[in-house]
């Protein structure tokens, strides 16, 4: 399960999405979850489909990265999906049982929401699959710049999001050494009830700190070796530059964000 964890990977690729601003990708991702969310019927669903399929076609990434994005979060869908099944007792009863009651309702609610969720992590996992840590910090700054004006730590709190982000890929590598160094010491992390179970997970949780800390040591100790002091005074190796592709990019999601509120009135 571990290794379909997928945030914070970043693919290297050439594609028409690779080379979009990354402040314009924030924003456009941006404008896709409220393209999602806004929209209450099948077919604002169907135009938030449409364009996510676009996004990951011209991304040029792997369709089994996607699916394997998704496995992380199947037990979050089934679980959603569970509630809304039989806590929504609205509608045309379709199956009755005592106190079990499943309406047309609950069933429609359930699948909505398992595709808007499927939609939502498969679009925004576009982010950082296309777009390095190093861009995207450099995004975030530009685009919170405005907040520098309130003495704000905008570089900073960039840094700090990127890295943690970064480091994700690398914490998940080191709890697969972690279980797998205490199964060869005999420790049982698979089978056993429920509190054998979370017994377990305390032998991989403790070096699993310790290590995260000593990494974070030696990344400040790295970081203070080369100088760094924040944001103050730094210049950027890549200025980020805007093109027409990226305007085009922003009018194309701004299109379909304008389709699904206009559906959404009429419907």
Known sequence: ML??????????????????????????????????FIGSSPVCLEVGAVFCIMAVILSEIPFKMILKSLKPVVFIMLFTSVLNLFLITKGRPLFEW??????????YTSIFMIIRIVLLIAGTSLLTYTTSPIALTDAIERLLSPLKKLKFPVHD?????????????????ETEKIMSAQKARGVEMDGGKLLDRIKSVIPIIIPL????????????????????????GRTKMRQLKLSAADCLALIISIFFMASVIFVNIVI
């Not at 979009?20 to 896709?32: E, G, L």
């Not at 709190?157 to 590598?173: C, K, Y």
């Open 209 to 232: 700190f310790i290590s995260a800390v000593r990494r974070a040591g030696e990344l400040a100790t790295a970081m203070e070796c080369r100088c760094y002091h924040g944001g103050e």
């Open 98 to 107: 005592k106190f079990i009651k499943i309406t047309d309702n609950g069933v």
């Open 157 to 173: 709190l960039a840094m700090m999001m990127t890295i943690a982000l970064r480091f994700v890929p690398t914490l998940i590598e």
């Open 3 to 36: 290794k379909d964890i997928t945030l914070g990977q970043y693919f290297p690729g050439n594609s028409i999405i690779h080379r979009i601003d990354p402040r314009f990708k924030i924003i456009i991702t941006v404008v896709f979850i409220a393209m999602l």
